[in-house]
């Protein structure tokens, strides 16, 4: 039954994790108890956490799970947010405009009425339809209760070998979390080279990076099935070539998202499956229904198209502009560029904007250059290489896309052309930005604009 309705509106939130508790908390700076009364639902037992930093504590650079953890439920009920864990939403009624949830424990189902709901429901790995799939010591690591039953079940797992199935963002660092805690780990992949984020030619530096640290990389494998011993647990994963033993195998295949309640309720979705909502985050259709984080597409500024990304970034984003509208106030979220950046070890990797492949897919003509530099002046102490490869539309020079793979000071230089691409820049006045320079940080030409430049004397070449 319905909580006594003494107050003004009610919110009802599906998610208790960075999209969702960022409108909570928005929306409750904005109007206090009184005006609105704000339910939040989560299945798990954690709110507000840094799930991108959940193979870091596995791998034990982060030794504290709590330090994950941004915001807790007493915090969040501390605010007046009627924050319930444990607790599933597993049916919407739009046109009653309510929710049905279910004690996770216990198996209690109860209705609550909404006048504005979120959407905030996430998105769950990918798990291959295959036998074995389920088995005890198959993990797929997104929440971090997910990361929680992983190092349970590392802890009870006798033997040394794990397989890692996927080797993008989650799978590469995954491996490198389970080579620290001692394991004897390989990467089944069924790309031509790790990272199918970046172009192949720049995955083949993380793939000699990752053998480097001891990784064992299968490339253009695809993935039969998952073996069990007599005991129902894990014990190989299984190609069409062989099988690779395994005490623990992670699921790093990718994500989809969460949006089987939306889906059921007739709310739209795209073509990747994520909710369709308009620059208020509001679900197209929908006058009180909005969504935000990993369950929703978002407008790709380079491209034109909706994507689905999911990272910690746009969510908390998302949840401020929920939050705010929500709130009586006015926001909007453009769309993204596709920014990300990882390591392997030492190694940083990342990349904005369109791959080649991408860029194919819309019909862009382009060129690419990939250039060779340092993160410092080269006579400097502790200059290492880096390699920069730049796209940039054909006539016009519009910058398209970067990926970066180098050592220390690498990654970050991911931004500057991130904010070139989010302003629409080309390549050749790319290369007049006024960046910062002395010899400890960068060569005179930062390796960014090296690359801008060649992209610059290519497309002028071409036209």
């Not at 319905?2 to 909570?24: C, W």
């Not at 004690?103 to 998105?123: F, H, N, P, Q, R």
């Not at 034109?304 to 969510?315: K, P, S, V, Y």
Request: glycine share 12%; aromatic share 4%; charged share 25%.
């Amino acid at each position: 039954m319905n909580k006594s309705r003494t107050r003004g509106e009610r919110l009802v939130v599906i998610g208790g994790d960075a999209a969702g508790m960022s409108a909570a908390s928005q929306a409750r700076r904005l109007k206090g108890p009184d005006e609105l009364e704000i339910v939040a639902f989560e299945r798990g037992h954690f709110t507000s956490y840094s799930a991108c930093g959940i193979p870091y504590w596995v791998g034990g650079d982060v030794t504290d799970r709590d330090r994950l953890i941004a915001r807790t439920p007493e915090e969040h009920r501390a605010r007046d947010i009627d924050l319930r864990l444990r607790t599933e939403v597993i049916e919407l009624d739009l046109d009653g405009q309510r929710v049905r949830a279910r004690d996770v424990d216990s198996g209690a189902e109860s209705w609550t009425s909404y006048d504005k709901l979120v959407i905030a429901t996430g998105a769950r790995p990918i798990r291959p339809d295959m036998p074995g799939a389920d088995a005890p010591g198959v993990h797929g690591v997104q929440t971090l209760d997910d990361g929680q039953e992983l190092l349970d079940s590392l802890a009870r797992t006798r033997g040394r070998r794990a397989v890692v199935v996927g080797a993008g963002y989650i799978g590469v660092e995954m491996a490198e979390a389970l080579i620290n805690r001692g394991y004897e780990v390989t990467v089944v992949n069924r790309g031509s080279e790790p990272m199918s984020t970046l172009d192949p030619d720049m995955g083949r530096l993380v793939h000699e990076a990752m053998e480097g640290l001891g990784i064992t990389m299968v490339n253009d494998a695809e993935v039969t099935g998952i073996l069990t011993g007599d005991d129902g647990r894990v014990r190989a994963v299984a190609t069409r070539e062989r099988e690779f033993p395994a005490d623990v195998v992670v699921l790093g295949i990718g994500v989809r998202p969460e949006t089987a309640l939306a889906r059921a309720a007739g709310l739209p979705l795209g073509t990747h499956g994520g909710l369709l909502t308009d620059r208020s985050m509001r679900v197209r259709g929908h006058e009180n229904v909005w969504a935000g984080g990993d369950c929703v597409e978002v407008l790709d500024l380079v491209s034109g198209q909706e994507r689905h990304i999911a990272l910690g970034t746009h969510a908390n984003k998302h949840g401020q502009v929920i939050g705010t509208n929500v709130g009586g106030g006015y926001a909007t979220f453009p769309g993204v560029v596709g920014t990300a950046v990882s390591k392997v070890c030492d190694l940083e990797i990342a990349r904005t904007g369109l791959r080649e492949k991408d860029a194919h897919r819309v019909g862009l003509r382009f060129e690419a250059v990939t250039i060779e530099s340092t993160s410092r002046a080269g006579y400097y102490p502790n200059a290492s290489p880096m390699t920069v490869k730049m796209l940039a539309e054909l006539r016009t020079g519009r910058l398209l896309g970067v990926q970066i793979v180098g050592r220390e000071g690498a990654g970050k230089r991911v931004d500057i052309a991130a904010v070139a691409l989010t302003a629409g820049m080309t390549a050749e006045q790319m290369t007049t930005l006024d960046l910062g320079y002395a010899p400890p940080f960068s060569p005179v030409w930062d390796p960014v604009l090296v690359a801008a430049r060649k992209a610059a004397a290519k497309v002028r070449g071409s036209a």
